[in-house]
């Protein structure tokens, strides 16, 4: 069984910096792409930043220059370092893989179970 688990949510002034982390665990023979998503009240989710297996990343328009998303292959392990954070930044954040469980298998999609950030004065 694989597991998503983030941590490192929580409130903070606008402003301020939050570090994300995600861990993937359980029987993983690789990880293709790794990244997180956002999702607030009564909006759609939607894609906040991605890292493929070789480092390409990319960002959604909103959080460019102010967000950095990285991984560590050797631990499974997926970051989002969040800076200059907005009100509007305010969401659940999901972390979001694709995995595969052999050589032979395709990739399947996996989720973490959400972490709140709430950036308020």
């Known amino acids: 069984q694989v597991q998503l688990v983030e941590s490192g949510g929580g409130l903070v002034q606008p402003g301020g910096s939050l570090r994300l982390s995600c861990a993937a665990s359980?029987?993983?023979?690789?990880?293709?792409?790794m990244g997180w998503y956002r999702q607030a009240p009564g909006k759609q989710r939607e894609l906040v930043a991605g890292v493929t297996s070789g480092g390409d990343t990319n960002y959604a328009d909103s959080v460019k220059g102010r967000f950095t998303i990285s991984r560590d292959n050797a631990k499974n392990t997926v970051h989002l370092q969040m800076n200059s954070l907005k009100a509007e930044d305010t969401a659940v954040y999901y972390c979001?893989?694709?995995?595969?469980?052999?050589?032979?298998?395709?990739?399947?999609?996996?989720w973490g179970q959400g972490t709140q950030v709430t950036v308020s004065s």
């Open positions: 979001k893989a694709l995995i595969l469980l052999s050589w032979a298998s395709v990739p399947q999609v996996y």
């Open positions: 359980g029987s993983i023979f690789s990880i293709n792409a």
